[in-house]
């Protein structure tokens, strides 16, 4: 059964960090390329950032190239997105997907909020 379970958000204030976690497992993690996405209040979930099964980055986000990366390690089954320099406008909850998995699933997301 596949599962994507993510972690890591919190409240922080402007300017802090955060590194999220999506923890995979139920499908091969190695052959999917993986991506992070957002969805805030009020509007639709958009594409943060992806990374291909080797770790190849082929998408960042404008509203976030420089603060933000993806990574990921195939032998954990995780993929991760750092997020420094982080603003307000970054508040959101933050899901991960597999891209291609038959079935489309999500995980829960977790909840970043930046404010003083």
């Known amino acids: 059964q596949v599962q994507l379970v993510e972690s890591g958000g919190g409240l922080v204030q402007p300017g802090g960090s955060l590194r999220l976690s999506c923890a995979a497992s139920g499908f091969t993690f190695s052959r999917y390329a993986m991506s992070w996405y957002r969805q805030a209040p009020g509007k639709e979930r958009e594409l943060v950032a992806r990374?291909?099964?080797?770790?190849?980055?082929?998408h960042i986000a404008v509203a976030v190239k420089g603060r933000f990366t993806i990574s990921r390690d195939n032998a954990k089954n995780t993929v991760y997105l750092q997020m420094n320099s982080l603003k307000p406008e970054d508040t959101a909850v933050y899901y991960c997907?597999?891209?291609?998995?038959?079935?489309?699933?999500w995980g829960q997301g977790t909840q970043v909020t930046v404010s003083a």
């Open positions: 990374i291909t099964s080797p770790g190849i980055i082929t």
């Open positions: 997907n597999a891209l291609g998995l038959p079935g489309g699933y």
